[in-house]
């Protein structure tokens, strides 16, 4: 601060203005002070808010880690169950160990650079991790797919055998020409019916019937006989391979 005395001032005027100047340097002191102290706290206040922010971040990635760790063990163990032998398999393995300790770690969460520099790690290894999950699981996806196909064309060989080794049965005609020894439609044997009865209308048996030498049953007729209906009549029945035929002395036939 620069101090201004003109040729007219007094000693007593210098006096009170170096006086003044003193008061004004020492607001400028506290105001100084004041304006220096205020910044700290706003410095410790932003740091502060820095720290937390970084640990919440610390703590977002070490979870989502967490949650890729127990994906990775789950897919680690089921394509050990099946004998997967594959090197997506072995990276895995030693994915999942280097994660698992960068977790594990300690961490001063005081500093908020080194929580910084350890969030920075964890992510990265979950990173890793997540693609070896992912080259582990396509790679077992492609070994089930070859199961399936294999199984697949087995199973078609196995039928394909089973059907070569059955034999084929013809398709036969059991059905044969249909023949007898009677006269009657062709089928099956036993007498004719002709009307043998010549009585007169005196009376009198009617002439006897020829034997029945196709295999028929010859039945008389016993409801006539004599007077003036013309003698006796019978009823033949004829037995053959279609149906049965019955007739009368006045040679009408029909089925039995």
């Known amino acids: 601060m620069i101090l201004r005395v003109d040729t007219g001032d007094t000693f007593e005027d210098t006096r009170q203005a170096l006086v003044a100047v003193g008061h004004s340097a020492a607001t400028i002191d506290q105001v100084t002070d ?15 808010w820095q720290l937390e922010y970084a640990l919440a ?15 990775a063990t789950t897919t680690l163990t089921g394509a050990q169950e099946v004998g997967l032998d594959h ?16 977790r594990d770690t300690p961490v001063d969460r005081t500093n908020v650079d080194t929580v910084h520099d350890a969030t920075a790690t964890l992510t990265g ?7 070896a999950t992912q080259a582990v699981t396509d790679a077992q996806g492609a070994w089930q797919a070859d199961q399936d196909a294999a199984a697949a064309a087995a199973a078609a060989a196995q039928q394909q055998q089973a059907q070569q080794k059955t034999p ?6 059991s059905g044969g020409a249909k023949t007898g020894g009677g006269s009657a439609k062709g089928n ?17 048996g009617g002439t006897a019937p020829k034997p029945n030498t196709g295999g028929g049953t010859t039945n008389p007729n016993t409801s006539g006989g004599g007077g003036t209906s013309g003698g006796g009549g019978w009823i033949t029945e004829e037995h053959g391979f279609g149906s049965d035929l019955c007739g009368d002395t006045k040679g009408n036939t029909w089925e039995c």
Do not use: C, F, M, W
């Open 125 to 131: 290894h979950q990173a890793t991790l997540d693609a």
């Open 57 to 71: 971040v610390y703590d977002e990635a070490t979870a989502q880690l967490n949650t890729s760790l127990e994906t």
């Open 87 to 102: 090197e997506t398999v072995q990276a895995l393995t030693e994915e999942i160990t280097a994660a698992a300790t960068a």
């Open 188 to 204: 099956g044997s036993g007498s004719a019916k002709p009307n043998t009865s010549s009585g007169a209308k005196t009376g009198g």
């Open 34 to 48: 004041d304006l220096t102290a205020a910044t700290t706290v706003v410095r410790e206040a932003q740091a502060a």
């Open 168 to 173: 084929t049965t013809p398709k036969t005609n």
